[in-house]
């Protein structure tokens, strides 16, 4: 399937990553020297997405700003959608109905998400309005292995591959307008109210990279794993 839009939601206030919030939003603070939401624009890019409907409210203008003086070196357009006051993750979505109400199906992104995951593995079927993108849980803490009484071996933050998380991306149709909430976030709304009624997919995706930037500590991690790999966020088909 090929994609016409993909929208990137990039209107969150980025309190953790304070003070680098102060002046900018979060999808322009740089890991490994490049702003994550160019290092999202290069990755999508692969794909043959070139149209992003941004989805901003909290410092708006310097995202604005950066987006258009770069448009034309990352070879994209850019359509913005600013919010006043703030509408919540589903109600920003709802706001650009209009533009999308006649594709048939486009990419939302986090705009905090690095990763390299292939989107054209992602598939929407006629009884379905959504698929999520699912990816293993990392334990944010190593794990101790007992055996009776006495500890066997100790795992450095290992993966726990029975347990499966929301990476942030997704492929919805048209129909998921009817689902958006005027103002909330979709996470709590809409995305148990398409699971109760069986229209939502989740595709898994094991061995890909995935990172979410919500601390100083995840800018330092993921600027050290994206210098590490040679090709970057390019996808592994």
Known sequence: MLFMHAVILAGGYGKRLRPLTDDKPKPLIEIAGRPIIEWQISWLKQFGITSFV?????????????????????????????????????GALKKVEKLLSDEEAFIVANGDILTNLDISKMRLTSESVMAMSLVPLKSPYGIVETRDDKIVEFKEKPILENYWINAGIYMMSNKIFKYLPEKGDMEKTTF??????????????????????DSIKDIEEASEDLLKMRSGLSTEK
């Open 54 to 90: 941004i989805l901003t409210g909290y410092k708006w203008e310097v995202l604005v700003k950066w987006l258009s003086e770069n448009e034309r070196r990352l070879g994209i357009s850019t359509y913005f959608s600013i919010e006043e006051e703030p509408l919540g993750t589903g």
């Open 192 to 213: 148990p109210k398409l699971a109760r009624e069986s229209l939502l997919l989740g595709v898994k995706y094991n061995n890909v990279y995935w990172r979410s930037i």
